[in-house]
T-cell receptor, first 109, second 117 residues
Framework: SQQGEEDPQALSIQEGENATMNCSYKTSINNLQWYRQNSGRGLVHLILIRSNEREKHSGRLRVTLDTSKKSSSLLITASRAADTASYFCATDSSYKLIFGSGTRLLVRP | SAVISQKPSRDICQRGTSLTIQCQVDSQVTMMFWYRQQPGQSLTLIATANQGSEATYESGFVIDKFPISRPNLTFSTLTVSNMSPEDSSIYLC??????????????FGPGTRLLVL
């Protein structure tokens, strides 16, 4: 069964705006990862945050992790049309990844 | 990161037949995984492909339906047996290796899009 739930399920924003996606999970984790998927193709790894970290940055991406609330957020700043994709969080509690339900992001030019 | 390829990239099959999907990595990796992504859904782990031993299946997936081979550290196959339209999905392999500090990170192949009629 899926560990993570993401919200919103779908998000439509204007180019240049920021996009925030949230992920909640149920059990203790070693780390949490975010992936992007374009049009049903393979997944691209974006960022990994360990359970003892609270915030991490990578380019225009900012990820936060709150283990007390079992939640994470992904912020994409200054969005571009090319950011249009589905975004998934995935939790790693052993060696397996359990994926969330995903957020479909549409960035309008 | 490793370069991962899958064959075929897509296929249309008749119900009752079987399809074998190949996953090739350009470097040796310790862990290989197979996932299913049903239309409009998230990814679900089918099994972990173990080199030299039987695959480890997740709840709801059985070896008779999804036999897996892992003959070496760079290659694995997943067979979808006795297919029905409900098997129409994208099947993805992923790898986790120790070639970087981020060894927990999984890298995914491009996926195999399967349609069963």
């Amino acid at each position: 069964s899926q560990q993570g739930e993401e919200d919103p399920q779908a998000l439509s924003i204007q180019e240049g705006e920021n996009a925030t996606m949230n992920c909640s999970y149920k059990t203790s984790i070693n780390n949490l990862q975010w992936y992007r998927q374009n049009s049903g193709r393979g997944l691209v790894h974006l960022i990994l945050i360990r359970s003892n970290e609270r915030e991490k940055h990578s380019g225009r991406l900012r990820v936060t992790l709150d283990t007390s609330k079992k939640s994470s957020s992904l912020l994409i700043t200054a969005s571009r049309a090319a950011d249009t994709a589905s975004y998934f969080c995935a939790t790693d509690s052993s060696y397996k990844l359990i994926f969330g339900s995903g957020t479909r992001l549409l960035v309008r030019p | 990161s490793a370069v991962i390829s899958q064959k075929p990239s897509r296929d249309i099959c008749q119900r009752g037949t079987s399809l074998t999907i190949q996953c090739q990595v350009d470097s040796q990796v310790t862990m290989m995984f197979w996932y299913r992504q049903q239309p409009g859904q998230s990814l679900t782990l089918i099994a972990t492909a173990n080199q030299g031993s039987e695959a480890t299946y997740e709840s709801g997936f059985v070896i008779d339906k999804f036999p897996i081979s892992r003959p070496n550290l760079t290659f694995s196959t997943l067979t979808v047996s006795n297919m029905s339209p409900e098997d129409s999905s994208i099947y993805l392999c992923s790898v986790e290796g120790a070639w970087t500090d981020l060894q927990e990170t999984q890298y995914f192949g491009p996926g195999t899009r399967l349609l069963v009629l």
